[in-house]
């Protein structure tokens, strides 16, 4: 490591990754000018995102471009190629941009992290198209791994160092360094510097053909076959017991089996391209063995998998979360049948239908997402028009609706409401069917060998509850009706109250102004009122409470409950019971709120 061989490597990265080095610069500029003078920050969330987005995934778009354009023969044509991705990757950021902040549903962001994926593994496997053996891109790739690792490892250790030099300089010398100096080296280190390591370690010529199949050593042998190999049997022999014991039981899988599958072929994915180098040995019969027998033993897994899959289908209702699961299940299944016959003789080509299957089932009108609210929408479609009622439906005749429904139907139903609305951003749906804020809140159920929905659970008892609280959909709020001056936030405490036998009320007290002069209102809410709301979730909704002077919409309340000790009784210790309630609403005030006698010093003296 020399000054000089420092700079040779860097001339290097500057000829060979010229657009690559660009951005990083760029986006380096960018993000500390930002953190620096939080003034220069755009209003326009187009021109943020552009800014902020666009320079980071330029630069993997180029990188992997570049590497591609080192093996066409026609360098010009290549760079026009180069050109024309760029150039459309920035118009696609910008129509994404002008749409605005409310197009940035579960749709735009999965198609957005898929292309990002997309551009990221393209670095392995874009310039090796065409090759008899996938050895070339296997060293390929396991050099640029091992080489970011220690790049990442490398500037922590340096940050690490500079962030301890700045903190002792501000103890020794007593000095105020600012926070922003903190980050821009976090921002320097561990973007700007690893990124031009790592971009020095890529491997070029001959060394990025690197045809050598023996780059396993008996250490990475050891490594695979008493560790990795051991802990993928013992998920393998963990998963067939239970695939016996439902065979015996003669019930359904649970949910989690999707996990543990999931992760079982990680494993085997894992193992098997670790060990490709020593497929193409003919001098190790084991592995060859080995990779055909985690395919094979893997196959029956995968349909416990498909049936639990389903089962989840059936019982909660189809999801995106799910519609990709179930995608990758199947893709599975083309791996393993693969591996069982070819004994994975060429493994790139799993990394790269994964990438392009998760691309193409996210990016454009078929993407899961769009299909999803499409299939969701037919099926709320469906149970309305089986009920036979009127659309749209204000909040008490779809109360009305529930109530006459099925407890297992009327969940379902909202479910699909809750999640088309909340997940997928389908506000504009709703309006052909819901008028209004609805409660869409479902009982919660839990997954078990009988039914999952449990309907039989005994009702609570508001008498019970000393400490009531509840938190309300805020969106479901009705703004009272009238003529108010002011509209005010609440969140407050009214503390140490003792509630009276005859008047069980919990009072909270607010102070407003209205120029210089303050004035004070107060509340009272019956303490049995706030135990049923606590006790039953279908009546926990935004509600209000008015005297005189005006109306307080409440969406969340808490009651404690404090004991302390009556020193005044002579004959015993009696206990009391202080309640403090805390309130957070809105307040809407009345012209006649402010006709009061505004509190001066002497009667603000008078209330406490």
């Known amino acids: 490591m020399s000054f000089k061989g420092m700079s040779e490597r860097l001339e290097i990265v500057i000829k060979r990754f010229p657009v690559g080095l660009l951005f990083t610069i760029i986006y380096t500029f960018i993000a500390l000018t930002l953190l620096w003078d939080k003034d ?73 992290l898929a292309t990002l994926f997309l551009f990221k593994a393209s670095i392995f496997f874009l310039s090796f198209f065409g090759k008899e053996t996938d050895i070339e891109s296997w060293n390929f790739s396991w050099n640029v791994i091992i080489s970011a690792l220690q790049t990442t490892l490398v500037c922590g250790i340096l940050l690490g160092g500079i962030e301890l030099l700045l903190w002792g300089i501000q103890e020794l010398f007593d000095l105020d360094i600012p926070e922003e100096l903190y980050i821009s080296m976090v921002i320097i280190c561990m973007f700007t510097i690893n990124v031009m390591l790592l971009m020095m370690q890529i491997p070029k010529d001959a060394a990025k053909h690197d045809t050598n199949i023996n780059r396993m050593n008996d250490f990475g042998r050891m490594v695979v076959h008493g560790l990795f190999v051991p802990l993928q049997a013992a998920y393998l022999i963990t998963h067939y017991f239970y695939l016996l014991r439902i065979l015996f039981t003669w019930e359904l899988p649970s949910g989690g089996v999707v996990w543990l599958v999931t992760t079982m072929m990680i494993g085997m994915l894992f193992i098997t391209a670790l060990v490709y180098p020593l497929l193409l040995q003919d001098n190790k019969p084991f592995d060859k063995k080995l990779v055909r027998w985690l395919a094979l033993l893997a196959l029956p897994l995968l349909a416990l998998m498909t049936v639990s899959i389903f089962r989840r289908i059936s019982d909660y209702g189809f999801t995106v979360a799910r519609a990709y699961v179930l995608l990758f299940n199947i893709w599975c299944y083309v791996v393993c049948i693969y591996l069982l016959f070819r004994q994975g003789k060429r493994i790139m080509w799993i990394l790269t239908s994964f990438v392009l299957v998760f691309f193409i089932s996210s990016v454009g009108p078929w993407n899961m997402t769009a299909t999803t609210r499409r299939l969701l929408t037919r099926q709320v479609d469906g149970i309305f028009l ?155 909704q935004p509600f209000t409470v008015e005297n005189n002077e005006g109306t307080l919409l409440i969406w969340y309340f808490e009651v404690e409950s404090n004991t302390s000790k009556d020193n005044n009784n002579d004959d015993a210790e009696k206990a009391i019971v202080k309640k403090d309630l805390h309130l957070e609403g809105l307040l809407f005030l009345h012209e006649a709120a402010f006709k009061n006698t505004p509190l001066s010093f002497e009667n603000e003296e008078t209330k406490e």
């Open 386 to 540: 089986r009920t036979g009622v009127q659309l749209p439906l204000d909040y008490t005749r779809f109360d009305s609706l529930i109530q006459t429904m099925d407890k297992h139907e009327a969940d379902i139903l909202k479910g699909k409401l809750s999640y088309l609305k909340f997940e997928l951003q389908g506000d504009s749906l709703m309006s052909q069917w819901l008028d209004g804020a609805v409660d869409l809140h479902t009982n919660p159920y839990y997954e078990g060998p009988d039914d999952p929905f449990d309907t039989d659970s005994e009702p609570t008892d508001p008498a019970t509850i000393e400490s009531p609280f509840a938190n309300m959909r805020e969106e479901m709020a009705s703004l009272p009706q009238g003529n108010f001056q002011k509209v005010m936030q609440i969140d407050d405490w009214q503390r140490e109250q003792i509630l009276a036998e005859t008047d069980s009320t919990l009072y909270m007290d607010i102070i407003y102004s209205q120029d210089t002069l303050l004035y004070f209102t107060r509340f009272g809410i019956p303490f049995r009122q706030l135990q049923e709301i606590a006790a039953d979730e279908s009546k926990q």
């Open 40 to 112: 220069l920050i755009p209003n326009s969330d187009a021109l943020l995102f552009i800014i902020m987005f666009y320079p980071p995934t330029a630069l993997l778009l180029g990188v992997s471009l570049h590497l591609w354009s080192e093996e066409q023969s026609n360098v010009k044509r290549a760079r026009i190629v180069q050109l024309i991705a760029q150039f459309g990757w920035l118009l696609y950021c910008v129509i994404i941009a002008q749409q605005g902040q409310d197009s940035f549903g579960m749709e735009l962001i999965v198609g957005l």
